[in-house]
Nanobody, 120 residues
């Protein structure tokens, strides 16, 4: 199993920046991709960004392109992924979740989420 823990959420003013962190531990040898999702109150959970563990290839939702940057730090037994959020908007307010994908599987390991609130 893979354990996932997010950190770094908080309150930020519109136009400001915030950096989220995520650490995956446990059976991480099989992890091949990491991603961030978010869920605003009353809405479905949406994809934000993803990164392939070894190639570093990234993908972003249109709503965050040019403002958010996903990156990762590989280690033997842990994998860390980060989300640098710049020029944030009130619409970015949500609970942000980190998820990891293992070989042959889907994004099946999730963190508990971290709240991001953007004030106008």
């Amino acid at each position: 199993q893979v354990q996932v823990v997010e950190s770094g959420g908080g309150l930020v003013q519109a136009g400001g920046s915030l950096r989220l962190s995520c650490a995956a531990s446990g059976r991480t040898l099989s992890v091949n991709a990491m991603a961030w999702f978010r869920q605003a109150p009353g809405k479905d959970r949406d994809f934000v960004a993803s990164i392939l563990r070894y190639s570093g290839i990234t993908d972003y939702a249109d709503s965050v392109k040019g403002r958010f940057t996903i990156s990762r730090d590989n280690a033997k037994n842990t994998v860390s992924v980060f989300l640098q959020m710049n020029s944030v908007k009130p619409d970015d307010t949500a609970v942000y979740y980190c998820a990891v994908r293992t070989t042959g599987g889907d994004f099946g390991s999730w963190g508990q989420g971290t709240q991001v609130t953007v004030s106008s």
